[in-house]
C-alpha cells in the first residue's frame, strides 16, 4: 500500500522533477512541461495515481488486473493508466514513476537516473 505522500517523496528525488497542479487543480508531478504523475480519486474518494508509458504493450498487461488499474487508455504513442495506490506497492510505484517520468520528461532525464539507485529493494 502507497500514499501520496510517498509518490511525492519518489518524485522529488527525480532530476528538475517539480510538483505543480494539472488543470483542475488536483497534484501533479511534472517533468519539462509535461506531467509523469498525478493525483486522481474515484467516486468513492479512494486515490489513484496517473502515469504514463511508451510500452504499447502495457494495456493488455494490465488487462489481467482491474481491480489495480481501472483506467487504462491506449493511445498512438502512449499508453495512461491509473492504478489504486492503496493497491500498489512502493517499489511497482517507483517502477511506473520511473517509467512514466521518462516517457513524458525524455530521455535525457531519463538516462540520468540510476535505477538501482532511484527503486527501492523488492519485495516494499
Not at 53 to 79: C, E, H, I, K, N
Not at 94 to 115: F, H, M, N, T
Request: glycine share 10%; hydrophobic share 40%.
Amino acid at each position: 500500500m502507497v500514499s501520496w505522500r510517498e509518490v511525492c517523496a519518489l518524485a522529488e528525488r527525480l532530476p528538475d522533477a517539480r510538483l505543480g497542479q494539472a488543470h483542475e487543480g488536483s497534484p501533479a508531478w511534472y517533468a519539462g512541461r509535461h506531467q509523469f504523475a498525478r493525483l486522481r480519486w474515484d467516486d468513492d474518494g479512494r486515490e489513484l495515481l496517473q502515469c504514463w508509458t511508451g510500452d504499447m504493450d502495457m494495456s493488455a498487461a494490465l488487462a489481467g488486473r482491474q481491480d489495480v488499474f481501472p483506467v487504462v487508455q491506449r493511445f498512438q504513442y502512449r499508453v495512461t493508466f491509473w492504478g489504486y495506490l492503496d493497491r500498489l506497492g512502493l517499489r511497482e510505484t517507483a517502477e511506473l514513476l520511473l517509467d512514466s517520468y521518462g516517457i513524458r520528461g525524455g530521455s535525457k532525464r531519463r538516462q540520468a537516473v540510476d535505477p538501482s539507485d532511484f527503486l527501492p529493494p523488492s519485495g516494499r
